[in-house]
């Protein structure tokens, strides 16, 4: 995730949760309820088609969800009062309610607990910086990739997100930069789970957000995080939406790797590195490397200097993220000299690198941790 919580300045439901009775039971599979956020506008447009309404009315809606971001058909006030009525009953705009929101960095940090509609928590932050307002999305709750220094994995991987659950919460976090006169200019899949592992969902969210009619929300402006699902990235290197790509790698050898990552064991170093120069030949754009620094564990000078050797000569960029300790686990974050130390052997051998303070370490920081906190629904 790009930045995380420090110790909050504001919580507004600090000691509150929810009333069991207002907790939604888990609903099967099959069962759960779609919103207007999973349809694409060609989806949309047959839905209205079929119902006998002019497919037209889809532009409408297209425009009030994701222009103008009203909360609810109600809003929508060119619609006539009886389609409104109807799609309210059939068709909601969003399965994602939200449960708990907790403000840091004086405002600009803003981390926001969802539920869904079969009572699964999610978390998605906005980022407030001075030239950029990023929002970080989750695509799973949970997450099977089990990487050893991650709060959300502890648990495992309960299901995959849907498309509109995870517009859902950019739309949120939109409504939220709003409120602030800003607008939101990046979006990360960094959040909760492997969007590679949700490969399906993640590119049609991708392209409901990218249609001119909606948000209109250009591609390049996307990351699509990955730990390194290998036929995914070459699958991604053909796809029509020119998003980023960032590879989690977090270590230089396969030993280390194995360790902190285990899907390396099925995807080992040369077999993910081998996919990313694919990715770069094909696309022409560079990788961004994800590696989070932990003291003691792959923190020292010999291994920025095995990292440089193993990634010199590609079209890459390396992100060094001090690590955000999660209380029930052992990891920690170096000291700062240590970490300047690590990113300065990458730029003397010639790795572009940038490192990455995340906003704070103290509460609510590494993802998954707020969603620990809050009471099974």
Not at 308 to 325: D, E, K, S, T, Y
Request: one cysteine or more; charged letters at 25%.
């Amino acid at each position: 995730m790009e930045a995380t919580l420090a110790r909050p300045e504001l919580d507004r439901t600090a000691g509150r949760t929810e009333p069991a009775a207002a907790r939604p039971a888990r609903i099967p599979r099959a069962e759960r309820p779609l919103g207007l956020y999973d349809a694409t506008l060609e989806e949309l447009e047959e839905r209205l088609r079929s119902a006998g309404e002019a497919a037209y009315r889809a532009r409408q809606l297209y425009g009030w969800a994701y222009k103008r971001l009203a909360a609810d058909y109600g809003a929508m006030t060119n619609l006539p009062v009886a389609l409104r009525a109807r799609l309210t009953a059939s068709l909601p705009l969003s399965t994602l309610s939200p449960v708990r929101e907790i403000e840091a960095d004086a405002g600009e940090t803003i981390k926001t607990l969802y539920r869904t509609a079969d009572g699964e928590l999610i978390e998605t932050v906005l980022m407030l910086y001075p030239d950029r307002a990023t929002v970080c999305v989750s695509c799973q709750v949970g997450c099977a990739v089990g990487c050893a220094f991650c709060a959300t994995g502890l648990g495992g991987l309960t299901r995959n997100l849907s498309a509109g659950e995870m517009v859902a919460q950019v739309v949120g976090a939109a409504r939220s930069a709003r409120a602030r006169g800003r607008a939101v200019t990046n979006i990360v899949m960094m959040g909760m789970g492997e969007p590679l592992q949700n490969y399906a969902s993640t590119m049609k969210m991708v392209a409901i957000l990218h249609d001119a009619h909606g948000m209109n929300f250009g591609a390049r402006r996307i990351t699509v995080s990955t730990s390194g699902v290998v036929p995914r990235i070459d699958a991604l290197a053909t796809e029509p939406y020119p998003v980023n790509l960032a590879v989690s790698l977090h270590a230089p050898n396969d030993e280390m790797r194995d360790r902190l990552v285990p899907l390396n064991r099925r995807y080992p170093i040369a077999a993910l590195l081998g996919a990313c120069r694919r990715y770069i030949a094909a696309t022409g754009r560079r990788v961004s490397f994800e590696y989070a620094l932990m003291r003691g564990i792959n923190d020292s000078e010999e291994t920025a200097g095995e990292l440089a050797v193993l990634l010199r000569g590609m079209l890459c960029h390396v992100n060094v993220i001090p690590l955000n300790p999660v209380d029930l686990l052992p990891y920690e974050r170096p000291d700062r000299d240590g970490i300047e130390r690590f990113a300065t052997t990458l730029r003397d051998a010639g790795i572009p690198t940038t490192v990455r303070y995340s906003r704070g370490v103290e509460i609510a920081a590494a993802c998954g941790q707020l969603r620990a906190q809050e009471p099974a629904g």
